[in-house]
């Protein structure tokens, strides 16, 4: 990992971390060459969409792939 790639990890995850609807503790941040590889399991497709957005709005981000995986929580 470069330089700039730890850099855009490290922008990407305290991007994540300030947005109060995605749990960032549920989501991997991955970089190579400024490309960002998100995994980990959110209760929802909106979340994991927001995750998308959030990170592609990062500078120096080429491109977003996203991994990660819905798991809605089962009712009580």
Do not use: C, F, Y
């Not at 060459?33 to 990062?58: C, Q, R, Y």
Request: charged content about 25%; glycine content about 6%; cysteine-free.
């Amino acid at each position: 990992m470069t330089h700039n790639d730890d850099r855009i990890k490290n922008d990407v995850a305290a991007q994540l971390n300030r947005n109060t609807r995605v749990d960032s503790s549920a989501v991997k941040v991955e970089v190579t060459d400024g490309v960002v590889s998100l995994s980990g399991t959110l209760p929802s497709l909106s979340l994991g969409m927001a995750a998308v957005e959030i990170a592609e709005k990062v500078a120096g981000v080429r491109s977003v792939i996203n991994n990660l995986e819905v798991r809605v929580p089962k009712p009580a």
